[in-house]
């Protein structure tokens, strides 16, 4: 389980991808529908928290 934030509206959230698929994962943002990248391992990581 990850908690990410979306780059367009800052909101975050909870994300829980398949294992294996992080790096390809988008995510829809529930608050805007904004689909973004994870990143799961850039600099631009969009992953605030990991549990
Ligand atoms: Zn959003």
């Known amino acids: 389980m990850f908690i990410v934030s979306c780059p367009t509206c800052g909101h975050s959230q909870r994300c829980q991808p398949k ?3 992080v790096t390809d ?14 990143h799961a391992d ?6 605030i928290r990991r549990e």
């Open 19 to 21: 294992a294996g698929l």
């Open 25 to 38: 994962k988008r995510k829809r943002c529930v608050y805007c529908g904004h689909a973004f990248k994870i």
């Open 42 to 47: 850039a600099p631009s990581s969009r992953i």
